[in-house]
């Protein structure tokens, strides 16, 4: 069994059945097969072989989806980049992932320019849209045969190849197997998001990360799927879309639906059509979960899962969004094991506070080209998140923080997510960061950088005393820093590395 | 991931639901965990090894249930037998699996002491119920630790060693690993039966076949189990327990319909929380299904499946059940490709009759020490089935027939399933099989046995008039035999190799 096959068998089940919606463009599921079909075979045809690469650079459209799913058809993996990236990056990836084409979006034509004589692997160049140099993805697909190419890859095969953002050293390449994305999008259907053929997927968040592997437990179920461009997230964009499409679903990091939140054009669109909004990939403060579910409704699924292990961890359904559990990331899907262990990997009692370990069949087949990477992260099956959390009696996941974000002050622990969650609480504060900086007494002192909401004022002495009135004294910001906006990585995490790192400029940090 | 953790996750989640209930006895999902868990425990504690095998023997019970699962969670595989089998032929079994344990039901105490002295591999016996010389169940669990035993399973690791009856020679065990089963418990909650934590599963057939494969994915939602002895299919019981027990589910063969139909105590029951009948595993004649649609109502679900590939390869929901497709098994599952092939295991196209060939997560490891009929059934990850049928434009499949059921007639093939299927369309007809006898003109010539409805009256002539009527004339029977009733295997399947043979005494099949 193989990812390809879901697409060739929702064309069966679904022929007349809209798969992709944009602008005026409505593509069929008999239509997007034989255009998938298509281009796997003029990538066999020109050339590529079952086993390589097909690297992917662009903004959200149905071309991009499609060039997911061909390479998974003709026996090859795709490649997805984070089109935030510096094209020095980019061309790493390339290199590293050894890409033999690369399929990307006219928008980055000048971007490919400055590297192109720097990628030796990459043997086709097609672009989508524009004009240019290279071969356009309308003209590559003409003429092809529409029948599913003559490769059977297996399910141990690589399909999509993840590439880490890497925030320490160079990005590493997460291996997702056919077998990986399979029990995903299973357990997609089984708990976290049974999706329904009348549903509507909206791609708000870029398809190359998260959004993208929301793609094939839709297509499972012949549902329609439609793409925003996401160079920057725009809220009324996606209101927009929203209320024209009758978009049912979206999937988004928790900065995306805090924007959401933030824009006083929302309540000028109707989003009655939306019923799921499934968010993870960072921390979500309680607080502004609490305001999201007030404005948009009890919609929210959350899920928990890494490059390596994708989406399905756990998930919190939207009728557990209550009380306590509001901060927790819900509780192991049906085919995932999730333990707490130490760091000699020993398995740590219910209650214990330690690395969340995951285990079963979302689980990667190890880092491209990395077996020393591979060797540290996982263990019989095991694969260390770098996640701090605890499970509780009842088998909720409570994550802290990622291990490195994790501040060491005066011997004592403290994970900024708490910091930020009580920060949050404060009703002036739109976003807020809590980074370790150093200190001469204490190792590292804990700093607060915090966005206010407009128009409204609070001083630095208001937050400290604020967090001092609701957490351990110990914990409280020695100092708050008040900012226009935070820095975000390309999906939308707030890149709390670029914080730190002026305040480091030449220490070494402990952690 | 493995099996065993479903339950210690339902354990979880569901602590006080009810696991099983039988007679005045209701354990929740907190005590069966802790009972399987203790059942594995004493296993291992009493010498077993994981990567060793488990037999079980005895009639559907709870404790029949836990011996499933808790070798599972011990790291051995259970080994469950037809227990309409001869004492020679399980302990043929029993000795070709080199099972170090028997768990079995006191009510085939004599049965296994007949063969004790021949077993030279099962070190421990253990009795449910009843008194003599073994270790009683409840004795062998008592005082163990009901913690899940310190054993991870791995996904491809052994589970269930499912033997098939053996029509032709020994038979032989499928090995269905972890994968196996996890992959058909995920498919029967995608789209084959999204069972409910409300909902309540009758093992009325045996737990040693198909039922038992129902048991896993109402584990994974925390949904209630109840079990009839099966040394005889009674439908009597059947009707009372799903009244008494507001049951929802059952899974059965065609011939226990067949049994619900014929039984006029039907009427005196309520079986109104019944919601879904899951029926395979030989067919099901449209007629018979045309009536039992119209006495229970749209709550039948085919599932097509064999024992090394369990289940799910193809569904027929209920709302599918109209028309054309009342002679279909489906379509296949999500999870799961269906081709049909020649001798060669060349693909055939689309509307083509020829070999039903599997491929997915369901299907088996292979065949147990038997490497050269793994070699025979199975090539690249496909698993040709023994069965004869064609998918239609629609990906619908139509079984004709078990290919070695083909009856070769003046050089014509005929699939006896369709000479049944008009035989069962005459109003007097109560069960029929049809086969091949010799010939001397035509090599094979077809033969029907038929059972009458009591008190209904028809002759040879009027049967083979019946058949001249509705189907190509080569096809009808030459001669019709009138039978009490007809011989039926263990799991309820008529038995046409024991009908065929006395024709055959002492001449040789061609086919």
Redesign the interface.
């Known amino acids: ?1 193989h990812v390809g ?2 697409l060739t ?1 929702a064309a ?2 679904y022929p007349d059945r809209v798969a992709w919606i944009e602008g005026e463009v409505r593509i069929d599921y008999r239509a997007a097969e034989a255009r998938v079909n298509g281009l796997a075979n003029s990538l066999l045809a020109s050339g590529l072989r079952p086993g390589e690469r097909v690297g992917l650079l662009g903004a959200n459209c149905y071309q991009a989806i499609e060039t997911i799913l061909a390479p998974m058809k003709a026996g090859m993996a795709v490649v997805p980049m984070n089109m935030r990236l510096h094209p020095e990056e980019h061309a790493f990836i390339l290199n590293d992932s050894e890409c033999a084409a690369l399929v990307y979006g006219a928008e980055f034509a000048d971007h490919v320019a400055s590297v192109r004589d720097r990628l030796p692997s990459v043997r086709r160049f097609i672009r989508v849209g524009g004009s240019g140099p290279d071969i356009e993805y309308e003209r590559f697909l003409a003429g092809a045969s529409g029948a599913p190419p003559p490769v ?1 890859p ?2 141990e095969d690589l399909a999509w190849l993840f590439y880490t953002s890497g925030t320490t050293g160079k990005p590493k390449g997460a291996m997702l197997t056919h ?1 990986n994305l ?1 029990a995903m ?3 997609f ?3 976290t998001n ?1 999706a329904a053929e009348t549903d509507v997927l909206l791609h708000a968040a870029p398809i190359t990360h998260g959004s993208g592997l929301a793609m094939f437990h839709h297509i ?1 179920r012949g549902a329609a799927q439609t793409c925003l461009p996401t160079r920057r997230f725009d809220p009324v964009a996606v209101f927009e879309t929203i209320e024209r499409r009758s978009v049912t679903t979206i999937e988004l990091l928790p900065t995306m639906i805090i924007m959401l939140l933030a824009a006083p054009e929302r309540v000028r669109y109707s989003l009655k059509s939306l019923h799921t909004i499934l968010y993870g990939g960072s921390p979500m403060p309680v607080e502004k979960l609490r305001e999201a579910i007030a404005a948009f409704g009890p919609v929210f699924v959350q899920i928990y899962g890494l490059g390596e292990a994708p989406q399905t961890i756990t998930t919190l359904p939207r009728g557990e969004h209550v009380g306590e559990r509001l901060a927790s990331a819900g ?2 899907t ?4 999730v333990r707490i262990q130490d760091e000699e990997w020993r398995p740590l009692p219910v209650g214990s506070t330690g690395e969340i370990a995951v ?3 979302i689980v990667m087949a190890g880092y491209w080209k990395r077996p020393d990477a591979t060797a540290d992260a996982m263990r ?2 095991w694969f260390r998140t770098g996640d701090i959390g605890c499970l509780d009696a ?2 909720y996941l409570y994550i802290s923080d990622r291990k490195k974000e994790m501040i060491i002050s005066g011997g004592s622990n403290i994970y900024p997510r708490e910091v930020e969650e009580v920060i949050y609480r404060h009703p002036a504060v739109h976003e807020a960061a809590v980074i370790g900086v150093p200190d001469a007494t204490w190792g590292e002192a804990i700093k607060a950088l915090v966005v206010l909401k407009p128009g409204l004022r609070a001083t630095e002495a208001e937050i400290i005393e604020h967090c001092r009135a609701h957490i351990a004294s110990y914990k409280k910001p020695k100092s708050v820093e008040f900012r226009e906006s935070l820095p975000k990585s390309g999906y939308g995490k707030i890149l709390k590395r670029e914080l730190r790192d002026p305040y480091w400029a030449g220490q070494e940090r402990k952690v």
């Open positions: 069994m096959h879901l068998r069966l089940r059977e297996r399910p077998r399979l999008e299973a357990t259907l089984v708990e049974p499972a509780r192991p049906t085919n995932t094991m285990r079963g069949d019989d099956g009842d088998g």
